[in-house]
């Protein structure tokens, strides 16, 4: 499969590289799990000398051992002695580092946490002594957002301040999946567009199984996914339990009510019977899993909030997989699919309202995109886009089919905003699948 987007993320690790030749240079990489950030590094880097360093949990001497075969045939050094530590790798790496540039890539770098946690403290010793001399491009990537976020940015950790660059690799935005499909299924319909972004969200792992599996429509998507020994039935659990660790219970749990539709922390606390402030504060500043949603114009501190997850496969998983995990485990995969088919439409077409969101975001036409809904619930308005600059505003309204959407009623649905806009142009529009 052909490399696709990552022009700007290429663009700035070539800016980085360069900057090496004359400075130390670290950069750390997050992003979750199967979002690419692995094949990302090696085309960045794949016409440069480069060191590749995977994390794996094992013995640290046995890890050490494979890096450095690693190193002496990438860089072509003598290493002697026997190392054991990964103290000493990185010793002799910023030793040699001293004498020619080089790239070195540390993948799954949070693991350390459970080799051997004094590494980054060793890091730091290391980097401070011998930076100033060195030529070394050091990227460290991560796919636990929690911990790699907490090992350089927490003030109290050892490498706290010490990388010179932050790269936060997302998913494919709908202008690159719209290229994909096109590029992969040139017939395909807006329906087959919308299960295709809706299962992927755009994560590039996720893209690749479905073109390896050249299922480009609905029906062939949904089977893919849904099918024995899919690698996406397990995948809620294989991207997030590490994250949550002994408390996954929990927060599978509102991840689960989010995605049903159970959007307010007083219909989940009523549900779980528990109080969830703390179990929702994480999953939105740590784990960066769920996002607060308030009415567009609405005060910060505003006490109208829904939640909404910010991935779209893990709602989807959470919706319908975990959430039906007993007919999984019996391997009752049919009874799945039923109740997919019997609940897509309602489900898809809240997706088809972020998919719309995203695209107006992309087009960097607006300054502000969000949602509206009065106290009452009687007046819900799907998108409002704001330019303040041009004082122009689009009300949109959403549906699957633009038959269904009214806009003699949008119109009435505006009017208790409109008196916020004096002086605005504005515009409506009704979405629907064919305009996507």
Not at 22 to 46: D, H, N, P, Y
Not at 298 to 310: C, L, M
Not at 389 to 401: D, G, M, S, Y
Request: net charge neutral.
């Amino acid at each position: 499969m052909k490399f696709y987007n990552r022009e700007n993320e290429l663009e700035l690790l070539q800016k980085v590289h360069n900057l090496s030749a004359t400075s130390a240079q670290m950069t750390f990489v997050v992003g979750r799990r199967r979002i690419g950030k692995t094949r990302l590094l090696v085309r960045a880097f794949e016409n440069e000398k480069m060191v590749y360093l995977f994390v794996a949990k094992k013995n640290e001497a046995l890890l050490c051992a494979e890096f450095v075969e690693e190193i002496k045939q990438k860089l072509n050094l003598p290493v002697y002695g026997e190392i054991k530590t990964f103290k000493e790798v990185f010793e002799v790496l910023m030793q040699a580092s001293k004498n020619q540039q080089f790239t070195v890539v540390i993948d799954e770098f949070q693991e350390f946490l459970s080799v051997n946690a004094s590494v980054y403290a060793a890091m730091q010793n290391q980097w401070d002594l011998n930076k100033e001399e060195s030529k070394i491009n050091l990227i460290l990537c991560g796919s636990v957002y929690s911990m790699m976020s907490r090992i350089f940015e927490n003030a109290k950790e050892p490498l706290f301040g010490r990388a010179t660059q932050r790269i936060h690799i997302k998913a494919f935005d709908t202008q690159t999946l719209k290229a994909i499909l096109k590029d992969f299924a040139p017939d395909h319909t807006p329906e087959d567009l919308l299960a295709f972004y809706l299962i992927t969200g755009g994560v590039a792992k996720y893209v690749e199984i479905l073109v390896q599996e050249q299922a480009f429509t609905r029906d062939a998507i949904m089977d893919t996914v849904l099918s024995e020994n899919s690698l996406f039935l397990e995948e809620g659990k294989n991207v997030l339990i590490e994250e949550f660790g002994k408390e996954y219970g929990n927060y599978f749990s509102i991840l689960s009510l989010i995605a049903s539709g159970k959007t307010s922390r007083v219909e989940i606390e009523s549900i779980m019977e528990m109080q969830t402030g703390g179990f929702l504060n994480r999953l939105e500043t740590e784990y960066d899993l769920i996002k607060k949603v308030r009415p567009i114009l609405a005060k910060p501190g505003s006490r109208s909030v829904k939640y909404k997850i910010n991935d779209t496969f893990l709602a989807f998983w959470f919706r319908f997989i975990y959430k039906y995990r007993s007919a999984v485990e019996a391997g009752n995969l049919e009874y799945l699919k039923e109740i997919v088919k019997r609940d897509y439409a309602v489900f898809s077409g809240t997706v088809l309202e972020n998919y719309f969101i995203q695209k107006l975001k992309a087009e960097k036409a607006y300054n502000q995109i969000g949602t509206y809904w009065d106290t009452n619930h009687t007046h819900e308005i799907d998108i409002v886009a704001i330019n303040e600059l041009k004082k122009k505003i689009l009300f949109a309204e959403v549906k699957r089919q633009k038959e269904n959407i009214s806009i003699p009623k949008l119109k009435e649905k505006t009017l208790k905003l409109q008196p916020q806009f004096t002086g605005y142009e504005f515009s409506y529009k009704a979405l629907a699948m064919d305009d996507m």
